[in-house]
Structures are given as structure tokens and as C-alpha cells.
């Protein structure tokens, strides 16, 4: 009994303790970050980290304070996914952690040079912004950026299709070889369309989002390249100007 006793002691003392330990170190981590002592705040967090490993918002913070740091492809930005994955695995719902690391994934997938990267880092950035926009059924952003990605999927493949074929970016469409045309069509027809749908949902939340409507009129214009006809490819370039004019 006297050692049970002794036990519970020590670990009463043991828990005060590295609750201590956290608030000092996490208080401290905070102070810098208003700051903006961005690598004193990371230094802090991480000691509130280890003395409590399970806490949410402190690796919010922690990732937040290597965000603010961030270079594409550093180690900064490998850190920061981490705390904002382990954010995750202890609140998967988290909005806060969903969207930071949905926006680091985004501009990692700018900074990739072979496409085949590029398209796979944006297709997690996707898979980020599409959890968020399940469980925030408001939230316009996350459709947006949905959208955005989706245009900008197609239009890496568009635009190395159009190089390939000695395209000058001012070169009016639509795509005059056939056989690129369909095989284009298959492929990224799906990604335009996809697109056009997400950033409707986005302007459907705040009818006066400028930012959808400019991406709305770029989906259109380049979906245009694909078209079989004349007529078709002119129809799809009004509809993308009357976009454009809106925003």
C-alpha cells in the first residue's frame, strides 16, 4: 500500500512537472512568434512538443512557426508537414491543420521540376482541400483552391502539349492535329469540367468571389482548345470573356 502510495505521488509530481515544462516552453513560443522570432518560437514549441506530445495546438503552433520560415523543398517545410500531420493523427477534423498543410502541399507541387511530380504533389494537396471541404461544407476556399488545382493539372499537360506542337501561347485554337486533340480530350477534358464544378460551388457560397471567376474564365478559355469545331471553340471563348468581364 505504502509503495502504491509512493507511486501516485511520483507521478502526480512527475505530471505537474512536464505541465510546467510545456506552459513555460509553449508561452515563451507564442512571445516569439508575436514577435515574429520565428526560429526562437520553433525552438520553444518544440520543447513544449516534447514535454507534451499529445497537445493539438501546440503542434499547430509549431507548425505555423515553420510555415512562416518556409522555402520550397527545405527542411523547414518537411518539419512543418510533420506537426501538421501529427496535428491530424490526433484531431483528424482539424480545419486549421487540413488547410496549412494542404497550402504547403500546393506550393511544394510549384517548385517540382518534372511534371509527373508536379501532378502527384498536387493531387495530395486535392485529396487535402477535398477533406476540408467535407467537413466544412461552407468553407469557399477549400472549393476554390479545388478548382484551381484541377485548372492547373490540365493546363501543365495543355501547355506541353501546345509546346510539343510549336504553339506560341497567343496561337488561337483549337488544337488542329486530331489525334493530340482527342488524346488531350481524355485526358483533361475530365480536369476542366472538374474544375468549372468546383469553383460553381465556390461562387454558389459568395456570388461576388472575383478570384473563382477569373479561374472560371481560364478553365473555359483552355477547355476551348479542345473543341472539334469553330463554332465550338468560339462559343467556349464568349463564355470565358463573360466571365472574365464579371470578376
Known amino acids: 500500500m505504502l509503495i502504491s502510495r509512493f507511486a501516485l505521488a511520483l507521478v502526480a509530481i512527475l505530471t505537474t512537472s512536464c505541465s510546467s515544462a510545456w506552459r513555460m516552453s509553449f508561452d515563451k513560443g507564442v512571445d516569439a512568434i508575436r514577435r515574429a522570432r520565428y526560429a526562437e518560437a520553433a525552438e520553444a514549441f518544440e520543447r513544449a512538443a516534447a514535454a507534451k506530445p499529445d497537445s493539438v495546438e501546440t503542434r499547430l503552433y509549431l507548425g505555423a512557426a515553420y510555415l512562416k520560415q518556409y522555402t520550397p523543398g527545405s527542411p523547414i517545410a518537411k518539419k512543418a508537414e510533420e506537426n501538421y500531420r501529427k496535428a491530424l493523427d490526433l484531431d483528424p477534423k482539424n480545419k486549421t491543420a487540413l488547410e496549412s498543410l494542404a497550402w504547403l502541399q500546393y506550393n511544394e507541387a510549384q517548385h517540382l521540376p518534372r511534371l ?79 474544375g468549372i464544378k468546383q469553383l460553381t460551388r465556390a461562387l454558389e457560397l459568395d456570388p461576388t468571389f472575383a478570384d473563382a471567376m477569373s479561374f472560371m474564365s481560364l478553365c473555359l478559355r483552355e477547355k476551348a482548345d479542345l473543341a472539334d469545331t469553330d463554332d465550338a471553340y468560339a462559343l467556349a471563348l464568349k463564355h470565358a470573356d463573360d466571365w472574365a468581364q464579371e470578376s
Open 116 to 194: 509527373e511530380e508536379k501532378l502527384a504533389m498536387l493531387d495530395a494537396a486535392a485529396a487535402s482541400y477535398r477533406k476540408l471541404s467535407t467537413i466544412d461544407l461552407r468553407n469557399k476556399d477549400a472549393f476554390y483552391w479545388l478548382g484551381v488545382i484541377a485548372w492547373l493539372k490540365a493546363h501543365e499537360q495543355l501547355t506541353q502539349a501546345r509546346a510539343q506542337l510549336h504553339l506560341e501561347p497567343e496561337d488561337a485554337g483549337p488544337i488542329a492535329d486530331d489525334k493530340v486533340r482527342r488524346d488531350l480530350r481524355t485526358r483533361i477534358d475530365p480536369l476542366y469540367d472538374d
